[in-house]
């Protein structure tokens, strides 16, 4: 499937931005060393980076290390609850979509720990020998803007290429083909789009080199807002309703996800709500407003999904193209149709 | 192979050339993504250092 050339002239041009959005927080750094007149890496014993963190911080360190290695789980089975009770999956969770949500949940949480584990404590000591804590004298303020900027501007690229380059189409198709918002559906994705993630190994890279304290930080703040811009729960929505709070609101939806923005990514219709071809952020929605790339519409889709849906096999759905579908003109069939993220014609 | 006799999957089933290449060029794009940022941070972090140290 040909990618148009105007496509690939804007991807090109976006990249070109990026790069010096990667640059920028390392240059507020600089210009803030250079005003100061600070050298902290002088005699610096390559200790851990919280070292010179405020006292709160060090507080909170072992309840976000907590909602990291098991909080979300509860959050996210709480919260898919409270959905449920509120009704918003319809009649739509049929046995097929279940069994593809619940591989989706468990798996990756139980195969993805000792790949990262490999690659942080025998990987990067291998390629990277004597680098460990380098860069352990930035401070606390600078490693979370790096952190946050490297790691989130990085998953922006990853997903919005899985959208826009039709061969990475179907990694990702898993995570659009669920037919409702919500936790169920918040972790579904192909494993090997998972597997593959590169901003998990660009963030344990910034940990080895000393970045470890931030990125704790980051991760957990993320890890909240994307989850909860896919509930089915419109959190957001007083923020629309009270005149009062539109300030906030107008901030908001540009700076981060949520769920109006993100629904709006999973909706199957391109319909002026529905803008499953932008809408690409995960924790920054700033990025789509940089790139031209999302829409905001204060409104929520009507209907989530692919057009190209076929009830596809959980195996396939999970571990394609390891395993394939054998539902007949599925994308994720053997020699099935490279359609990309198009939409069917009569669809629109 | 059992899965195939089995008769659960058929040799379509299994993966060929062209999806070999498609992980490949798949696992290519990630590593890029994964490169340049690192090449930028890691890099800038370490010019700054080199500039403000002289």
Known sequence: ?348 | MAAIRRGRLNKNDAMIFNDVTILSKKILVGFLIYLIPLAIVAGGLWLLRVLLTR
């Open chain 1, 1 to 348: 499937m040909p990618i148009d050339k105007t496509l690939v002239r804007k991807i090109a041009k976006d990249i070109s931005v990026s790069l010096l959005l990667y640059v920028l927080p390392v240059a507020v750094l600089f210009a803030y060393f250079a005003l100061k007149g600070e050298t902290p890496w002088v005699n610096n014993t390559h200790a851990p980076a919280a070292v010179n963190v405020p006292a709160a911080l060090k507080f909170l360190a072992p309840v976000f290390k907590n909602i990291q290695s098991w909080g979300f789980i509860v959050i996210a089975l709480v919260l898919g609850a409270a959905e449920f009770a509120l009704g918003l999956y319809d009649n739509k969770w049929t046995k097929s979509e279940r069994t593809i949500d619940i591989v989706c949940f468990l798996a990756p949480k139980l195969l993805l720990p000792p790949v990262t584990a490999y690659f942080s404590l025998k990987l990067l000591p291998w390629l990277l020998p004597g680098l460990a804590n380098q860069f352990s004298w930035v401070p606390f303020w600078a490693g979370f803007f790096i952190i946050a900027v490297a790691d989130d501007l990085t998953q922006y690229w990853y997903h919005r290429l899985h959208h826009q380059l039709p061969f990475l189409w179907r990694f990702h198709r898993t995570h659009h083909s669920a037919p409702y918002m919500g936790m169920a559906m918040a972790s579904r994705q192909n494993f090997i789009y998972t597997l593959f993630f590169s901003q998990i190994y660009l963030t344990a890279t910034l940990v080895y080199l000393g970045l470890g304290f931030p990125a704790l930080f980051v991760t957990v703040i993320k890890s909240f807002i994307t989850l909860s811009a896919h509930s089915g729960i419109p959190w957001d929505k007083p923020f629309y309703k009270y005149r009062v709070l539109h300030p906030v609101a107008w901030v908001l939806e540009r700076l981060i996800s949520t769920p109006a923005t993100h629904q709006s990514h999973h909706a199957d219709t391109v319909d002026g709500v529905g803008n499953y071809k932008g809408n690409f952020g995960n924790m920054f929605f700033l990025w789509d407003v940089i790139f031209k790339t999302g829409i905001i519409t204060r409104k929520y889709p009507k209907t989530f999904g692919i057009k190209f849906y076929k009830q596809e096999e959980w195996y396939a759905q999970f571990l394609w193209p390891i395993f394939k579908s054998k539902k007949p003109g599925s994308e994720l069939a053997a020699n099935g149709p490279e359609v990309g993220d198009e939409i069917q014609k009569n669809s629109i």
